[in-house]
């Protein structure tokens, strides 16, 4: 009965490390640039957009801007001078040969519109947050442009009523004014059934465009959102191991239950891996050097 327990403490005996052979430290798994999936920061997808809420918030800013349109056209027919005119049989003339009134009519609606436009697509950036993008941009063009036409038809009805009465009753010779009208801008009809604005009547909408393209092009965010900025990465979770070697000094994690510990030499740590100095480890036997070329072989035998 004792041949076997010598079988197995010689086995045991065979597996037991040396002394001599050097310590030899388990593998260190690479470091993972992936966070750790319980300190992962979750992604949210946004609120769901509904048709009916993005019509209505698109809707709400439309009709604002269309109605700013009466005080652009109060103010454009207030600064834009009249033009004299004289009564004649064919009708009204310029009272001078080359009246510079109707350029400068024109030229005071391109100001004014092109400066509302550039408020407008400001406005519309920094209220309409939540849809900023295509929908913003079309709401404030389509808004400016709504705008243009109010404060032109607006303007040009302000006293026109009493210069066509005047054109009626006066006689011929009598020199009177006429409101300010555009001459480089206007509405045809396409087809004679599809209204077409043109010229300086597209100003507004042609700055808004432009300001809020720059908007969204020098905007920090992909999304033209604001997003929330971020606090910093948050710690590891409770139970976590760490990954990578460990920093001098720091304590070391227990070995899982169950888990094979390496062997250490004699007077080691409890886990079997020595915390020892390099030094304490005996210096492995120098092997015997190779005989002299022509020495004699000792005898065999």
Do not use: C
């Not at 040969?97 to 950036?125: K, M, N, R, T, Y």
């Amino acid at each position: 009965m004792s041949t076997p327990r010598t079988a197995r403490a010689g086995n045991w005996e065979d597996h037991r490390v040396s002394p001599d052979t050097p310590a030899t430290e388990p593998p260190v798994p690479a470091p993972s640039t992936d966070p750790p999936a319980s300190t992962q920061l979750p992604v949210s997808a946004g609120p769901p957009r509904r048709p009916g809420r993005t019509a209505a918030l698109a809707g709400a800013p439309l009709l604002v801007l269309t109605l700013l349109g009466v005080p652009l056209g109060l103010l454009w027919a207030a600064i834009a001078p009249a033009t004299p005119v004289v009564k004649t049989a064919a009708g009204a003339v310029y009272g001078q040969p080359q009246p510079e009134q109707p350029i400068a009519a024109d030229g005071w609606f391109s100001l004014l519109g092109l400066g509302f436009g550039v408020l407008a697509a400001i406005a519309v950036w920094a209220v309409l947050r939540a849809r900023r993008g295509p929908v913003g941009l079309v709401v404030t063009v389509a808004g400016t442009l709504a705008a243009a036409v109010v404060a032109w038809q607006l303007g040009r009805r302000i006293g026109l009523g009493t210069y066509e009465r005047m054109l009626a009753t006066l006689p011929d010779g009598t020199a009177f004014t006429k409101p300010a009208d555009l001459r480089a801008g206007g509405i045809e009809l396409l087809f004679g059934v599809v209204p077409v604005p043109f010229g300086n009547l597209l100003l507004p909408a042609f700055g808004a465009a432009v300001v809020y393209t720059l908007l969204a092009g020098w905007s920090r965010w992909p999304s033209l959102r604001p997003e929330p900025e971020p606090t910093g990465w948050p710690g590891p979770a409770a139970g976590a191991l760490p990954v990578g070697p460990a920093a001098p000094g720091a304590t070391s994690w227990p070995a899982a239950p169950g888990a094979t510990s390496w062997p250490g030499p004699p007077g080691g740590s409890a886990d079997g891996v020595s915390s020892g100095p390099v030094a304490s480890w005996p210096t492995p036997s120098t092997a015997p050097e190779p005989p002299a070329p022509g020495a004699t072989e000792p005898p065999r035998g």
